[in-house]
């Protein structure tokens, strides 16, 4: 079974910290896709980054970075000199490889993080 | 960028009524999905959909819940006879279909808060 794993309910940092997010998950599928979405205090799901499993190149944009490490099942989020505005509920999901055209397979969510950004 | 719209934003509905949470996904796309939210807690699938029919359910999508696409342009999940707890978050998602077969992102909308007293 699928499993994704944030260990960090709340994080509390200063404006212009560095912070990083956790994430673990668990899969028997050799094929398998992640994702990192925010929830801001509005509610609504933000789209952050896909990575599949075959992808182990760290990226970055702008302020943020991930580190996708395929050996600990480990993908990082790190917000560089954060801001207020990155306040949110922030989610780590995973979901399996599906054959062609059978569109996607259902996300797995991580409990999230919590993060807020004090002024 | 193009948006998921879900209406309502807000329903409260007594114990044992039924209700229709509607969105409209992005006009291009061919998946659709349903996801909820309790309160504080992680999101979590309910269904996906594709070309008028169900294609993958959860084991909370039970015979209380049906998914409806009665357009080309709405996507409605509908609860029977809902519950105390069936209040949560409801998310309503798109996404494209792929010619690799890969998993695309999902662009959510704002989500339904569906309150049952």
């Known amino acids: 079974a699928q499993k994704v794993t944030q260990a960090q309910t709340e994080i509390s940092v200063v404006e212009k910290e560095d912070v990083t997010l956790d994430c673990v998950y668990e899969?028997?599928?050799?094929?398998?896709?992640l994702f990192w979405y925010k929830q801001p205090p509005s509610g609504e799901l933000v789209f952050l980054i896909r990575?599949?499993?075959?992808?182990?190149q760290n990226e970055i944009s702008g302020r943020y970075s991930w580190n996708f490490q395929k050996s600990t099942s480990s993908f990082n989020f790190t917000i560089t000199a954060s801001q207020v505005v990155d306040s949110a509920v922030y989610f780590c999901?995973?979901?399996?490889?599906?054959?062609?055209?059978?569109?996607?397979?259902?996300?797995?969510f991580g409990k999230g993080t919590r993060l807020s950004v004090i002024a | 960028e193009p948006e998921v719209t879900q209406t309502p934003s807000h329903q409260v509905t007594q114990m044992g009524q039924e209700v229709i949470l509607r969105c409209v996904p992005i006009?291009?796309?061919?998946?659709f999905y349903w996801y909820r939210q309790i309160l504080g807690q992680k999101v979590e699938f309910l269904v996906s959909?594709?070309?008028?029919?169900?294609?993958?359910k959860s084991e909370i999508f039970d015979d209380q819940f049906s998914v409806e696409r009665p357009d080309g342009s709405n996507f409605t999940l509908k609860i029977r006879s809902t519950k105390l707890e069936d209040s949560a978050m409801y998310f309503c998602?798109?996404?494209?279909?792929?010619?690799?077969?890969?998993?695309?992102?999902?662009?959510f909308g704002s989500g339904t808060q569906l309150s049952v007293l």
């Open positions: 999901a995973l979901s399996e490889y599906k054959a062609l055209n059978s569109g996607n397979t259902p996300l797995v």
């Open positions: 006009s291009n796309h061919l998946y």
């Open positions: 899969t028997r599928d050799t094929t398998y896709y």
């Open positions: 998602a798109s996404s494209v279909t792929s010619d690799r077969g890969t998993n695309e992102k999902l662009f």
């Open positions: 959909f594709y070309n008028n029919e169900i294609s993958e």
């Open positions: 990575r599949n499993s075959f992808d182990e």
